[in-house]
């Protein structure tokens, strides 16, 4: 049930468009009463699939850096018990409502994907640093051909 759901969000323009228009609405109510804390960072790679790539350097680098002794840093994933490297104090279910609060209560957001989960957040509470690299010759965001509606109108 849950598969024909997400299927229906990625497939069908209406559904895409409620489902973009709720989680905007739902995520501005959320940040308005959500008061970021100014030493968390949140991280995550690839959509909470790995602990890679560049923001594990800068969480690597950042937890050796004797002026972020006193920051809190919690990793976003899929499926955090498969991390047993990361504290479970540090960890937090991407696909969650507690990750929706962590988001909004981290100040700074380090990722390289899209951490708000498809749905543009516009806060001005937030430094969001985007890691994502490539080169002009990649196919990138609306470049790319036959992407899912929702994705299509996100980027």
């Given amino acids: 049930m849950k598969e024909k759901i997400i299927e229906a969000i990625k497939k069908n323009n209406f559904i895409g468009w409620l489902y973009v228009q709720f989680l905007t609405c739902f995520y501005q109510i959320l940040d308005f009463f959500l008061v970021p804390k100014p030493k968390q960072i949140i991280f995550t790679s690839f959509s909470g699939r790995q602990f890679s790539d560049s923001p594990r350097i800068i969480f690597e680098a950042l937890k050796k850096d004797n002026k972020f002794s006193d920051f809190k840093f919690i990793w976003a994933f899929r499926n955090p018990s498969a991390f047993p490297e990361i504290d479970?104090?540090?960890?937090?279910?991407?696909?969650?409502?507690?990750?929706?609060?962590?988001?909004?209560?981290?100040?700074?957001?380090?990722?390289?994907?899209s951490i708000e989960r498809l749905t543009p957040i516009n806060s001005k509470k937030h430094i969001y640093i985007n890691t994502w690299h490539g080169i002009p010759m990649k196919h990138l965001g609306p470049d790319e051909k036959n992407l899912e509606f929702i994705v299509k109108k996100l980027v």
């Avoid at 969650?96 to 990722?111: H, N, Q």
Wanted: glycine share 0%; proline share 0%; charged share 25%.
């Fill in 88 to 113: 479970d104090s540090m960890k937090v279910d991407i696909n969650s409502f507690d990750y929706l609060v962590t988001l909004l209560k981290s100040k700074y957001w380090i990722s390289n994907d």
